[in-house]
C-alpha cells in the first residue's frame, strides 16, 4: 500500500513539473489556462472576446506574434504568410464589401466604403457565387 501512494506520489510531482519545462516551438510559450478561440491569428481581428471554451494547458505564441492559419507557426503581424485563395480568386489588403455577386445584371447599390482588411476576393471580371468565383457567363 506504501508502495503505490509512494509511486503515485512521484507521478503526481512529474505530472506537476512538467507541464513547467514544456518545449514550446519558436515564439511561442506553454500557458497553463488557454483558450483556442483566444489565440491571435494573422489576419484576424487582434481584439478577441471572451467565449465559453474550457481553457487548457498549451504552447501558444508569445505577446506580439500571431498564429497563421497557412503554416501553423507564430509570426510578427506583418511576416504573416497570405492565405491561400481559390481559383479566380486573389488576396487584397482592402477588400470592399460591395464584390460583384452572381444573378446580379447590374452592380448592386452599395454606398459602404468599409475595407474588409486582408481577404480573398474575386479577380476582375469574376463575379461571386455558390461555388467560388466565376465568369458571369459561365454558370453564374
Given at each position: 500500500m506504501c508502495r503505490n501512494s509512494y509511486y503515485f506520489l512521484i507521478f503526481l510531482i512529474a505530472a506537476v513539473f512538467s507541464q513547467e519545462d514544456v518545449l514550446c516551438p519558436e515564439h511561442e510559450v506553454f500557458k497553463r489556462c488557454m483558450k483556442e478561440?483566444?489565440?491571435?491569428?494573422?489576419?484576424?481581428?487582434?481584439?478577441l472576446e471572451e467565449c465559453d471554451?474550457?481553457?487548457s494547458g498549451k504552447c501558444t505564441c508569445e505577446n506580439g506574434y500571431f498564429?497563421?492559419?497557412?503554416?501553423?507557426?507564430?509570426?510578427?503581424?506583418?511576416?504573416?504568410?497570405?492565405?491561400?485563395?481559390?481559383?479566380n480568386e486573389e488576396f487584397v489588403e482592402c477588400g470592399t464589401l460591395c464584390e460583384p455577386?452572381?444573378?446580379?445584371?447590374?452592380?448592386?447599390?452599395?454606398?459602404?466604403?468599409e475595407c474588409l482588411p486582408n481577404v480573398c476576393?474575386?479577380?476582375?471580371?469574376?463575379?461571386?457565387?455558390?461555388?467560388?468565383?466565376?465568369l458571369p457567363d459561365a454558370k453564374c
Open positions: 478561440c483566444q489565440e491571435p491569428h494573422c489576419y484576424e481581428d487582434r481584439f471554451e474550457e481553457c498564429r497563421s492559419r497557412v503554416d501553423g507557426r507564430c509570426h510578427q503581424y506583418e511576416e504573416c504568410p497570405k492565405p491561400r485563395c481559390g481559383e455577386e452572381c444573378g446580379a445584371p447590374f452592380p448592386r447599390n452599395c454606398d459602404s466604403i476576393q474575386c479577380k476582375s471580371g469574376y463575379k461571386r457565387g455558390f461555388n467560388g468565383c466565376q
